[in-house]
């Protein structure tokens, strides 16, 4: 059992916590009895962390067949973990990458977010998407890590299941859109047309911008259309993760029978 805050493997379990880290070793860490079930047979697994506290309740030989497991004494796991209630299990997971060529194709649904920063609100972007059928989300350069621990939280698990595009160049990805019959609409203030009365049935995909400074003119430049939401209320604008859920459910009632 390793009990000391020097061992290597502590040390490395801590630096995750930081995006140059991650970004160095391609790896993230699943925290959580739920998040570490959810990890597809398809994603590598380095390793997994065990509190003393969980190896003693749980049998934890099922997962020595799958990669390296270490068992830590329950204060230091407490130390490791970003959760406030660690629940004793977690696992160092090697990043999926996707390439736009792979997931973009004719007659899809996708969400592309410019510069997002909020980790909340992407979390919760992705597991809206996720939920309505989304075939893909896109994130461009300038967004908050997919793989800040804030973010993985909040996609409940959605993180997994739906192809998700980092870093990307907005121009390439809305050229490679269109060459595939997707009309890409940028949620924006200076909308003239309302969600709703788009026609979403065919491929489509909404453009999402910053939290403070909305979608940037070159991006907007980048759509088909300018739509907006309305808001009789009178409020300037949405949260973005809210707008993303308004928009997403318009397209899912187009698309779908219930």
């Known amino acids: 059992m390793i009990e000391s805050s020097q061992n290597k493997i502590i040390k490395e379990i801590k630096s995750l916590s930081e995006k140059k880290y991650r970004d160095r070793t391609n790896t993230f860490i699943a925290d959580g009895l739920r998040f570490v079930s959810e990890i597809p047979e398809s994603m590598k697994v380095e390793k997994m962390i065990f509190s003393d506290g969980f190896a003693a309740k749980n049998d934890i030989s099922r997962y020595m067949k799958r990669c390296e497991c270490y068992v830590v004494s329950n204060r230091l796991f407490k130390e490791i973990s970003e959760t406030e209630n660690p629940q004793g299990i977690m696992a160092v997971c090697q990043k999926i990458n996707f390439d736009a060529e792979e997931i973009i194709k004719d007659g899809g649904f996708y969400i592309i977010a410019e510069e997002m920063n909020d980790p909340g609100n992407l979390g919760t972007v992705i597991r809206t998407a996720y939920a309505a ?77 910053n939290e403070a400074r909305g979608l940037s003119d070159k991006a907007a430049k980048m759509c088909d259309r300018l739509v907006k939401i309305p808001m009789p209320g009178g ?24």
């Open 235 to 258: 409020a300037e604008s949405l949260n973005a993760s809210v707008a993303a859920a308004v928009l997403i459910y318009e397209a899912v009632r187009q698309r779908h029978e219930f």
């Open 133 to 209: 059928g989304a075939d893909g989300i896109v994130l461009s350069k300038g967004s908050v890590d997919l793989y800040n621990p804030k973010v993985l939280r909040s996609t409940m698990g959605a993180v997994f299941k739906i192809p998700i595009i980092q870093n990307a160049d907005l121009e390439y990805i809305t050229s490679v859109m269109k060459s595939k019959n997707i009309n890409v609409y940028a949620a924006h203030l200076k909308g003239n047309t309302y969600h709703y009365d788009l026609d979403l049935k065919g491929g489509c995909a909404f453009m999402l911008g």
